[in-house]
Every structure is written in structure tokens, then in C-alpha cells.
């Protein structure tokens, strides 16, 4: 039978220091009927008497006296081993996220994390380099950027702007300068976020099809240079509905097609992903301002 070497050593050490099984006992927060046995079965692994039972006492045999200073550094190893991994187990999760992503949504993220004793530390960044991030070990996980059908979370997006639009979606054809060219030339900027394949590359289809100009549809510098862009003009912004709110515009669906963000989790150990996944599910897609992908995880 295996034996509780680190135990067997607490009950010993306690026990010699106090020179009484039931003081020994007490001082180690166990029964005295545990202590006798955790020392009687390190006896029988190390293959000597650790104290003499002729008497009340518990006193040391000479074998005792020599393995007291090695059980002590067990035990004092043990504790402080118990100690990293506490520090460890709380150690904060670094997870790259969004740019979109608000103060306000990662806060409240957190707050749910650490009622499942997990602790979140954020590294904002764009979606070209949120995996490779994790790559480099830089962060312990991400929310990646993926196609909507292979999401766990999806982001309906469409047009916002300042000016006044009418109800009902938004046809990008409805933006073709027409062949006087008298009126201004409108133009819908994608950010950065949405500066990937399966956003960028649909809309850009859809600005050729319906004969819009290449310049009608780009890609923006930064969420910042989009929207100045966009006050103040007849601009449009690719976006989701929580960022047109909180950016105080006005929030159509488009037309032509559905357009989403797709987001995946991914972490440097596959336990980390799950542990977000599952537990922080809608958690995280409240802060994406996410709908849940309507599958189960693996």
C-alpha cells in the first residue's frame, strides 16, 4: 500500500516537536487516532521505530532523532509547495480581445470570471494578431477572429451614421453616384476588426455588383478614423448595433447581404479555452454584444 509520505511527516514532526500524540495531533488539526496511524505507517515505509512507546511520552528513538530534521524540510517544502500553486491557481488569465470591446463589457467580464475563481488580465488588439499572441505564448488566450458558421459567437453587423436614415435596411446600391455626379460621393468605412476575409472581402462583392466605386468601401486606419470619418458627413460605419449606440449613431441592417463577426477562443493550453468557453459563455458574449451560436462544444 502506498504511503502519505507528506502527511505521515506532518503527523512525525508535529509529534516530536510536541512530545505527546494527542498535543502532536491537536497541533496539526487531525485526530490523535489519524496521527498514530500516519506515524505507524511512515515507521513501516522507512523500516525503523520513529519514538518509543514504553512510555506516556512520545520520545524520540535515536532513528527518530536523525529523520526529524529531513521530515522537516519535507513538510516545509510541502507547505510552500501548497502556497505556489495557490499563487498560481490566482495567478491572473491574460486573454487578448477585441479593440471593440468597452471598459464597461471587460469589467463586467471580469466581475463574472471571478466567481468561477478565474482571474482575467486584458490585452486588447486586432484581429491579425490575436493569434498570434497566443503563438507566443504572449497571452494565455484569445478571442479570435473566424468565420460566423464556425463561431461560438456571432455579431450581426450593418451600417450606422449621423445623418438622418430611413427606416428599414440600408441597400448599398442606393449609394451609386449617379452619372451627373453632381452629389457627394457617400462612402462606408470598415475598421479594423472587420477588416478580415469574411467581412472585407463580402462587402467589397457587394460594392462591385451594385456598381459602387472602390473608394466607396474602405478600410480605415483605426475605430477612431472611421468615425471621424463618418461625423459630420453622409459616411456610413460597418458596425454592430451596441458600437452604433454607444457611438451615438443611428444603426441600419444592409440590404444586399448578412454580414457577421465571427468569434473562436483559442489558448496556449486547451484547458484554458474550454474553462472560458463554458464557463464565461455568455459572459463573453455580452462584451462582444454577441448572439450565441445556436451548436455545442465539442
Known amino acids: 500500500m502506498a504511503v502519505d509520505l507528506v502527511g505521515g511527516c506532518k503527523a512525525f514532526v508535529a509529534v516530536g516537536e510536541a512530545g505527546s500524540f494527542t498535543r502532536g495531533a ?24 520513529l519514538f518509543d512507546r514504553s512510555s506516556r511520552k512520545a520520545v524520540l528513538t535515536p532513528f527518530g532523532r536523525d529523520m526529524l530534521p529531513s521530515a522537516r524540510r519535507l513538510v516545509r517544502l510541502a507547505d510552500a509547495m501548497e502556497q505556489d500553486a495557490h499563487r498560481a491557481r490566482f495567478r491572473p488569465l491574460r486573454v487578448a480581445v477585441p479593440e471593440t470591446c468597452t471598459t464597461r463589457d471587460l469589467a463586467e467580464l471580469d466581475s463574472e470570471a471571478r466567481a468561477h475563481e478565474l482571474f482575467l488580465e486584458f490585452r486588447p488588439a486586432p484581429p491579425g494578431e490575436r493569434s498570434e499572441l497566443v503563438r507566443t505564448h504572449q497571452v494565455r488566450a484569445a478571442v479570435t477572429a473566424v468565420p460566423a458558421d464556425t463561431g461560438v459567437w456571432t455579431v450581426p453587423l450593418g451600417v450606422a451614421g449621423t445623418t438622418a436614415l ?37 462587402l467589397v462583392r457587394v460594392r462591385d455588383a451594385v456598381g459602387l466605386r472602390p473608394s466607396q468601401v474602405s478600410v480605415a486606419e483605426s475605430l477612431t478614423a472611421a468615425t471621424a470619418e463618418v461625423l459630420g458627413s453622409a459616411d456610413l460605419l460597418v458596425c454592430s448595433a451596441a458600437q452604433a449606440r454607444e457611438l451615438g449613431m443611428t444603426w441600419r441592417a444592409i440590404g444586399e447581404l448578412r454580414v457577421e463577426r465571427g468569434f473562436g477562443i483559442e489558448a496556449v493550453v486547451a484547458d484554458d479555452a474550454t474553462r472560458i468557453r463554458d464557463r464565461l459563455r455568455h459572459a463573453v458574449a455580452r462584451s462582444l454584444g454577441a448572439e450565441m451560436a445556436e451548436r455545442e462544444t465539442e
Open 26 to 49: 491537536a497541533l496539526a488539526g487531525i485526530p490523535q487516532s489519524v496521527a498514530s496511524r500516519r506515524v505507524s505507517a511512515l515507521e513501516h515505509h522507512l523500516g525503523e521505530l
Open 166 to 202: 430611413a427606416p428599414g435596411k440600408i441597400y448599398l446600391e442606393s449609394l451609386r453616384v449617379g452619372r451627373s455626379g453632381r452629389l457627394p460621393r457617400r462612402r462606408i468605412w470598415i475598421q479594423p476588426e472587420d477588416d478580415v476575409p469574411h467581412v472585407r472581402d463580402r
